[in-house]
């Protein structure tokens, strides 16, 4: 037993060796703290529909880049901020409720990809990727944007506690005279871009559990909603790492390891949640 588990640890040395290695885990830590970040507003906030949303509708802006032969996040970013934003527009200036004008965007982009992706009259593995996520097709150039948006979020650090007081009580939030709507925009515009960072690794069908589980995990295990964030980026970054190792152990698909280490980890915080 010993001698297999100096085997190993042998190879995942090997394995950390190589630099597509090194940027999937570099792109792991990323994304499980961004991601994380956000899913503690997404649950306190119930807009766990919106994060579906937006990963679905990103498939129109991937679409697009690659029947433009650009690559697909230049394209899917501003896609997908538009959508996000027009989103926040309607629930604010129209009658309709948040899940309503998510499921019209949600749909349009959706038709919007597939035409774009007929277009291309070819078959692109490129797609496939981006609905199932592959990490190990990181390239450097997608770990410069992940790092580009962690270094902006960690920037907007200091509008956390308005949006904290704005997530347990808007009216109250409004009365002591915070720009409530531009804080939400400013979210909004977060969210969208933290979608479309999470795309290669976790892929679109998957990626909107990473916005929910974490912080959904955390709020069972939380008294404060600061204690409740702090939680959800532990979770999301340890398990987004353990989740890459156990990929490589069980030779599994990295984005889908990782969402079942969350959901069994989140199983586990549903079961002692009385604890506290």
């Known amino acids: 037993m010993p001698n297999i588990a100096i085997t190993r640890g042998a190879k995942?040395?090997?394995?950390?060796?190589?630099?597509?290695?090194?940027?999937?885990?570099?792109?792991?830590?990323?994304?499980?703290?961004?991601?994380?970040?956000?899913?503690?507003?997404?649950?306190?906030?119930?807009?766990?529909?919106?994060?579906?949303?937006l990963a679905h509708a990103s498939f129109g802006g991937i679409a697009l880049g690659l029947l433009l032969q650009i690559h697909p996040l230049w394209i899917a970013a501003p896609f997908t901020i538009l959508v996000g934003l027009g989103i926040n527009w309607l629930k604010e200036n129209t009658k309709l409720d948040s899940d309503t004008a998510i499921g019209v965007f949600f749909a349009v982009a959706m038709a919007l990809g597939i035409i774009f992706l007929s277009l291309r009259k070819q078959y692109s593995v490129d797609a496939m990727t981006y609905l199932f996520g592959s990490i190990l097709a990181i390239q450097k150039t997608d770990l410069i944007f992940a790092v580009g948006f962690l270094i902006l979020v960690l920037a907007c650090l200091p509008?956390?506690?308005?949006?904290?007081?704005?997530?347990?009580?808007?009216?109250?939030?409004?009365?002591?005279?915070?720009?409530?709507?531009?804080?939400?925009?400013?979210?909004?515009?977060?969210?969208?871009?933290?979608?479309?960072?999470?795309l290669k690794i976790l892929g679109i069908i998957l990626l909107a559990a990473f916005l929910v589980i974490p912080g959904a995990a955390a709020r069972m295990r939380s008294r404060t909603f600061f204690e409740m964030a702090i939680k959800s980026v532990v979770f999301g970054v340890s398990s987004s790492v353990a989740g890459l190792f156990l990929s490589y152990y069980l030779d599994v698909p990295s984005g889908a390891a990782i969402i079942l280490l969350q959901a069994f980890l989140f199983m586990i915080a549903a079961i002692f949640r009385y604890r506290y």
Do not use: N
């Open 12 to 53: 995942m040395l090997e394995l950390l060796s190589y630099p597509f290695t090194q940027r999937a885990l570099i792109a792991c830590l990323v994304v499980g703290f961004v991601a994380s970040f956000f899913s503690a507003f997404v649950v306190q906030r119930r807009m766990s529909f919106l994060g579906a949303g």
């Open 159 to 198: 509008l956390w506690k308005k949006w904290a007081y704005e997530t347990f009580d808007r009216e109250l939030a409004r009365s002591d005279r915070l720009s409530v709507k531009s804080h939400d925009y400013v979210l909004t515009f977060l969210i969208s871009l933290c979608v479309v960072v999470c």
